[in-house]
């Protein structure tokens, strides 16, 4: 069945291997298939909802289209864009945000995570965000939305506005109802410091995550220098309940080298981790470090990069303006 696919990913700098493994390589993967319709975003309207510098965020919007495009998306292929080039997105938002409950949004998890004990001094489009995420994605029509774990429960929040939008105007199926498309096999990866966080760009610690352009060294040493534990390797996952860090590294490891984790498990039984380290860096190496020398030679080619991006955005701005367009009408504009 084709699939009409829409994602994003945060501007935020440092993409990691949470991003990469939770969703670049599932993008891949979907734009790979012919039948699919993609189109990935790089969501520089979300980044903006905690302070980023001006240059940095110009160079960090190149550098994550870069980053989908040397992982493996053909721009040809899928649509490749930025968010603040497409007027919709936002407007979508307002729209939504003047459907969507308070009480669902105060639900959010990654916003009392996100804004910490203080709350007060977050940015109400950090509170908001979600609704810009449901806006992003029903503007396109998605059929299914491939994320990490850890967005499922905005993903959830996108179908309830769906529905109450549909409902509240009596348009039914107007807003198309979206799946989420999560990896079964080890979808959440977390910090190589701390097993209860997750891996993520905002983490102080730079040996907490393998940036998607680390060199073959820092992987070496970051992979040598994250937390396990001193027993061996059990033989089976059960066994793993309480030892957060070492199931980490043996998701990790089944997840770049595309393998449930019962086959991982059965591959290092009784071993110690210094064997699962150092074949983990070896294949690391052997797949982000090709990804990595391709995103440093994109980021030298301004040029093409905001080639595809503008490209990208006239094909998104057709099919979001009309749907915005659409929605106005619907609503009484
Ligand atoms: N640790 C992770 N494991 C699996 N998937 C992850 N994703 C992020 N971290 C992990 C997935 O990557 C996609 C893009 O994420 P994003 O950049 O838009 O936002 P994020 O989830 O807020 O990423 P970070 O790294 O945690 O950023 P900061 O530190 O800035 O908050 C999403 O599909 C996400 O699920």
Redesign the pocket.
Known sequence: MSKKIF????P?GNL?L??Y???IKNFVDLNNDNQNECIFCV?DL?AITVKQDKDQLTNNIRETAATFIASGIDPSKSIIFNQSKVHAHAEGSWILSCMAPMGWLNRMTQFKE?AGKDKEKASVGLYIYPILMASDILLYDATHVP?????KQHLELTRDIAQKFNKDFDCEDFLRVPEPLIKKNF????SLKDGLK??????PSDLSRINLTDTKDEIINKIKKAKTDSLPIPNEYQKLKDRLEAKNLLGIYSSISDQTLDKTIDEFEGKNFSDLKSQLAEVLLSKISPISDEIKKLVNDQNYLDKVLVEGANKAEEIAGKKIKEMKKIIGF
């Open positions: 994602s994003g990913v945060q935020t990691h949470g991003n493994l939770g969703a969501v979300h996100k994320v990490g774990e850890d967005q979808s959440r990866i977390m997750k891996m993520s760009k905002s983490d």
